[in-house]
């Protein structure tokens, strides 16, 4: 199947810093990827929508500023956890779409863990 | 309201003991069934995408049916690398297009014994 990567896979930060989190499909093109955040035994939770060229879509309750997300090419999006706090500590996953035909399937990443200090 | 609801939260196998996870969803205009298998500390990975009631596909010991209100995923002989965190995941139609967002359920976590 398609593959999705993610750098980095861990990352240990003090509070107050930023961090970016790359997201790359890399055998197909993307023009729609999403960004998800997992708490322990809990399901994926989304945050926003990420469309290629354009503004992305954030979930009620997320807060844009925060978490800021560009998509400058079909396969890149990345997300950047600006002044990070302890409570962002999290599993962050990002997951793209891949059209073919009328065929849809969506594949993930796998996950980059979040520890601020 | 769009749901979408998997039972059950935790299934204990012996090796070899074949079982089904549900997925009941309650969504208009369904676009797709997703089923996914996550391992801890890892991304979810892609099994099947299911279309339409009736529809079944297979993978190894893995077979994924879909009616109009649920998906089942039944385990054939499992083994103990079988053991994971079962995920169901629904879109919906999104005005004439075919994007629109998963709606997950919360999972079934698979323990099977050797």
């Known amino acids: 199947g398609a593959v999705v990567s993610q750098h980095p896979s861990r990352v240990i930060c003090k509070s107050g810093t930023s961090v970016k989190i790359e997201c790359r499909s890399l055998?197909?093109?993307?023009?729609?990827m999403f960004w998800y955040r997992q708490f322990p035994k809990q399901s994926l939770m989304l945050m926003a929508t990420s469309n290629e060229g354009s503004k992305a879509t954030y979930e009620q309750g997320v807060e844009k500023d925060k978490f800021l997300i560009n998509h400058a090419s079909l396969t890149l999006s990345t997300l950047t956890v600006t002044s990070a706090h302890p409570e962002d500590s999290s599993f962050y996953i990002c997951s793209a779409r891949d059209l073919w035909g009328s065929q849809e399937t969506q594949y993930f990443g796998p996950g980059t863990r979040l520890l601020v200090l | 309201e769009d749901q979408v609801t998997q039972s059950p939260e935790a299934l204990r196998l012996q090796e070899g003991e074949s079982s089904s996870l549900n997925c009941s969803y309650t969504v208009s205009g369904l676009r797709g069934l997703f089923w996914y298998r996550q391992d801890p500390g890892k991304g979810p990975e892609f099994l099947f995408t299911?279309?339409?009631a009736g529809e079944e596909k297979e993978k190894e010991r893995l077979k994924a049916t879909l009616t109009k209100k649920e998906s089942f995923l039944h385990i054939t002989a499992p083994k103990p690398e079988d053991s994971a965190t079962y995920l169901c995941?629904?879109?919906?139609?999104?005005?004439?297009?075919?994007?629109?967002?998963?709606?997950f359920g919360q999972g079934t976590t698979l323990q099977v014994k050797p």
């Open positions: 055998d197909f093109q993307a023009t729609t």
């Open positions: 299911l279309y339409s």
């Open positions: 995941a629904v879109r919906k139609s999104h005005g004439s297009s075919n994007t629109g967002k998963l709606i």
